[in-house]
């Protein structure tokens, strides 16, 4: 009997042990701490980068992160209407430069790299590729750039042309509509350019480039739409809007031109351009008073917080995004 009983005292005791090693053990355990939050994904910065522009008959850039202006062409020719690469390497313009020539030739266009080395003729018109009435700041009538930086459309005689951005094998795109200032969409699908031939005023016109067919996206009567461009994700086109000495800066569909928003209230805008990945919007404005010259402005695409970038007059500006240069990957050993 008492056998029985030490047995049954010893096997408590041995699991009351079990038990309090194991409690022992869990409490003695180190806890696990969470895993610290991933660190907030930064917003991406869009770099400045630059706007060529025309300062006194030349090219000129402004260094948004500086605010440094360095001329890019000089001399007796005059240049009008700069269109900068996407790679933002170098820009278009018309120019009347003349090699050795004390008397300027005819209006062509002409291409320069950004450090304003490589100055090159792309067109050879005998007769002035840029007539008196294309050299208007309203209309604005630039070439520009596939979005790939690898053709060239721009317009001679109111016909659109494309080429080669080294200046090879012009095409035509669309003869006999007194085309002006073709922009190729981002998807490579459309063409805007701004036409009067069937109206007194330039409107928006919209080049299908598959089949060739042409719609007609604004309708106004008494307003001449001048300088479009697509927004980068090809939904929107700016463009400034005038009549007379009133002139501001727009927004529509690109799809079928509704929906206007204007952007600038001071009558005296023109010239406009996306910048910085359709951040910001660059343009010229006349001023007021007894300065009534033109100088550059910077706002946010939703027409907010103006801010001039030139004092000593500036017109037409393009945006250039800053170049970014990629060191080459070291040589693998062996090899």
């Given at each position: 009997m008492n056998s029985q009983k030490n047995l049954f005292k010893f096997s408590l005791c041995l699991i009351?042990?079990?038990?309090?090693?194991?409690?022992?053990a869990t409490g003695c355990k180190k806890k696990m701490e969470a895993p610290p939050p991933p660190p907030p994904t930064p917003t991406p910065v869009v770099p400045a980068g630059s706007v060529v522009f025309i300062?006194?008959?030349?090219?000129?850039?402004?260094?948004?992160?500086?605010?440094?202006i360095t001329p890019l062409t000089s001399g007796k020719s005059t240049e009008w209407f700069p269109a900068c690469s996407p790679k933002g390497d170098q820009v278009l313009?018309?120019?009347?430069?003349?090699e050795g020539n004390a008397f300027q030739g005819t209006y062509n266009l002409w291409k320069i790299n950004l450090d304003a080395t490589s100055r090159t003729q792309l067109t050879f018109e005998e007769a002035d590729s840029l007539q008196t009435g294309d050299q208007n700041l309203r209309i604005n009538a630039a070439a520009s750039w596939s979005p790939d930086g690898k053709k060239i459309f721009y317009s001679i005689n109111g016909d659109i042309w494309m080429m080669d951005s080294e200046g090879y094998n012009p095409e035509s795109v669309l003869l006999g509509h007194n085309a002006l200032c073709p922009v190729l969409s981002p998807d490579g699908k459309t063409v805007v350019y701004i036409t009067n031939a069937e109206d007194q005023v330039f409107n928006l016109w919209i080049l299908t480039l598959e089949d060739k067919t042409v719609k007609k996206i604004t309708n106004y009567t008494d307003w001449n739409v001048g300088s479009p461009s697509y927004s980068m994700d090809g939904k929107k086109i700016l463009f400034n809007l005038y009549r007379?000495?009133?002139?501001?800066?727009?927004?529509?569909?690109?799809?079928?031109?509704?929906?206007?928003?204007?952007?600038?209230?001071n009558n005296r805008s023109l010239c406009p351009k996306f910048a910085m990945n359709d951040r910001k919007i660059v343009y010229c404005s006349f001023g007021t008073g007894d300065d009534l010259g033109l100088n550059l402005f910077i706002v946010n695409s939703n027409g907010t917080e103006t801010k001039a970038l030139t004092t000593e007059g500036g017109s037409s500006p393009s945006w250039a995004p800053a170049r970014v240069v990629t060191a080459p990957l070291p040589t693998p050993v062996g090899k």
């Open positions: 009351f042990l079990l038990l309090f090693s194991l409690l022992a300062q006194k008959g030349h090219l000129a850039r402004l260094d948004l992160e500086s605010s440094q313009y018309w120019s009347n430069f003349s007379a000495n009133v002139t501001q800066v727009y927004t529509v569909n690109a799809a079928d031109g509704t929906e206007p928003l204007n952007l600038t209230n």
